[in-house]
């Protein structure tokens, strides 16, 4: 017979892994190139477990930004000629940290809103359960923050 201390254990070390692989999320982020010597970054991100993270910043020079909100990092890369050469993205919740090609995820570049100079937006699917596609019918220019 299995004890109730058992099954405790294991439903609890089942959390913890469905936690850990579950790190599907999308995101938006918006650049403005003030002048060759400032960029402004703004990113918003959502994920499968209904977390939500935003944070707008400044570069001094075209040399990339890291910004940070509710456990997620984003490191943005250089932002030249309307493209940016990377995007790194890290939660430590789901022991997720990953550099992101922007060949597989990016979706496109969106020049929609004046608030920004170009929008970035993407989509990270590990579960392959059709998360993404959803996340491209999500309209997520009107929760980028201004820069």
């Not at 999320?25 to 402004?40: L, M, N």
Request: some cysteine; hydrophobic content about 40%; charged content about 20%.
């Amino acid at each position: 017979m299995i004890s109730s201390r058992l099954l405790l254990a294991c439903a609890m070390a089942l959390l913890l892994i469905a936690n850990t692989v579950q790190a599907s999320f999308a995101y938006c982020i918006g650049v403005y190139e003030r002048s060759e010597k400032q960029v402004d970054y703004a990113f918003y991100l959502w994920n499968d477990a209904g977390d939500v993270a935003h944070a707008v910043d400044s570069a001094p020079d075209a040399g990339g930004d890291t910004m940070s909100n509710n456990g997620w990092v984003v490191v943005v890369g250089e932002f030249k000629d309307f493209k940016l050469d990377y995007l790194k993205i890290k939660n430590k919740k789901y022991d997720f940290s990953s550099k992101v090609p922007f060949t597989l995820f990016i979706e496109s570049i969106l020049f929609v809103d004046p608030r920004h100079r170009a929008i970035f937006r993407g989509c990270y699917d590990n579960t392959y359960n059709g998360y993404c596609d959803k996340a491209f019918n999500y309209d997520c220019t009107k929760y980028l923050p201004p820069v």
